[in-house]
């Protein structure tokens, strides 16, 4: 009887060798810069209670939480009458007490609260962790993905925001990425939808025009329309989400615009502030640009808000975050503010692929493979791949006493650098016939010197 094909779900991937050492490369590299600012690890669980979940990402959020059903007789306590499109959440609830986590931040949150007298604060964390979600998979976007998040929660010093761009700019640069950091600020937002006299509407018109650079002016008009944001409103929202100019003239614009709103002035400030203290550092190669038309659709930012942008290919956010001020807040902890960014490590790994940035040394396993002749010359080969090994130079032993052809054929393959040819007569010399698989070249070096050589 023929089977089918196995498969994965829609939306997920298989990684071979070659795609693991990319990621890892992007995963070690945004370690290090997060290491280097003092941040620390933390790791949390797949699952998380369903309660915990749900709210913490407006209804759209909510409509792509993968829920877990409960074991057993998960349809224990559900009412028929419960059964129809207006209550599903509620009715998930009593189906699936736990979910696949949305994102890294609300379990980060949950993990300070619940552990709040066992850390200090300000708390820095980094955590690099799979996360979920129920959407319709398509180029770019996947339904498990990686996050790689930073965070400093229990200060509201805007020497945080600055520090991120920092990491932003140092993050790309090794990674050979180039990028532009988009900021904004909640709290200009706020000012904008106050001064247009649509303060009740602040989530429909950040929602709409977060979506300006992927449906255009027009689309966005039309949907704060049909949100009922008034046509007067929308007029004077145009200049405001359209402004050119250098940060710096923008920020003057918008000073003149939103001077009878106290909160929208703080923004700018606040803004102004980030951008006096970037200009005079030295190494920062990221352009940093204000976009009034950076909203993110999350509900739980409050300040500054950021998103980076791939220069030299078309794709979404690559690392996007921002300030929120009390999101501990709905589990009980109130007024600790916090800020943070999460790396795309997905989409991250698209660009370097697309742009040829990842090293080729990634594409080899070992750097130097022995010949296997037999098991005389095995037993001879084993001490001294081990001396390599612990010199930290990675090494194999070909299992098989196979043809020389399909040993060095599995050598290129894997772009292993070096074959050392140790037979018979080379046992009795001591000594060794190195061939270097990329120049063809051939030498004869003496086993005790051997590990030097190949470092």
Not at 137 to 163: A, H, M, T, W
Not at 338 to 365: K, N, W
């Amino acid at each position: 009887m023929s089977q089918n094909k196995p498969t994965i779900p829609k939306g997920t991937r298989d990684f071979s060798p070659v795609e693991m050492s990319r990621r890892n490369f992007i995963f070690d590299t945004i370690k290090s810069v997060f290491k280097a600012y003092g941040y620390q690890p933390i790791e949390t669980p797949a699952m998380e209670n369903l309660t915990t979940l749900l709210g913490k990402y407006g209804e759209e959020g909510d409509k792509l939480l993968f829920k877990v059903l409960n074991s057993g007789d998960f349809l224990k306590g559900v009412n028929p009458n419960d059964v129809n499109s207006e209550n599903l959440n509620s009715l998930s609830v009593k189906m699936c007490e736990k979910g696949l986590r949305y994102d890294l931040t609300v379990p980060f949150a949950r993990f300070v609260v619940q552990y709040q007298n066992e850390i200090t604060f300000p708390f820095k964390r980094y955590q690099i962790q799979p996360v979920w979600r129920a959407d319709r998979p398509q180029k770019g976007r996947y339904r498990e993905f990686y996050q790689c998040d930073v965070d400093v929660i229990g200060s509201d010093s805007l020497l945080n925001e600055i520090e991120l761009v920092l990491i932003i700019n140092d993050v790309f640069g090794k990674l050979g990425v180039n990028s532009t950091i988009k900021i904004n600020n909640r709290k200009i937002l706020s000012g904008m939808a106050e001064v247009v006299g649509e303060s009740e509407r602040l989530i429909d018109i950040t929602v709409a025009i977060d979506k300006i650079d992927k449906i255009g002016l027009d689309a966005v008009n039309k949907e704060l329309s049909e949100k009922g944001v008034s046509a007067k409103a929308i007029d004077m929202l145009q200049p405001i989400i359209t402004l050119s100019g250098s940060n710096t003239e923008k920020l003057q614009k918008l000073r003149n615009v939103l001077a009878a709103s106290v909160t929208g002035m703080k923004g700018i400030d606040e803004m102004q502030q980030i951008f006096d203290s970037l200009q005079p550092l030295q190494g920062l190669k990221t352009k940093v640009e204000l976009d009034l038309s950076l909203a993110r659709g999350l509900n739980y930012y409050t300040g500054a808000i950021f998103e980076v942008k791939a220069n030299d290919m078309e794709m979404g956010s690559i690392c996007g975050g921002g300030r929120y001020d009390d999101l501990t807040g709905i589990f009980g902890l109130k007024n600790v503010s916090g800020v943070g960014v999460s790396f795309g490590a997905d989409r991250i790994y698209d660009v370097m692929l697309h742009l040829g940035a990842f090293p080729e040394s990634l594409l080899s396993s070992s750097r130097v493979m022995f010949a296997n002749f037999g098991s005389r010359e095995a037993a001879f080969c084993l001490p001294i791949l081990q001396q390599l090994r612990s010199s930290g130079i990675s090494a194999e032993l070909y299992p098989d006493a196979a043809k020389m052809k399909k040993q060095f054929d599995y050598a290129n393959k894997k772009n292993i650098a070096f074959v050392v040819i140790v037979g018979e007569a080379e046992m009795q010399a001591g000594i060794a016939s190195v061939k270097d698989m990329v120049s063809g070249n051939q030498e004869t070096i003496k086993i005790e010197e051997l590990v030097e050589h190949l470092k």
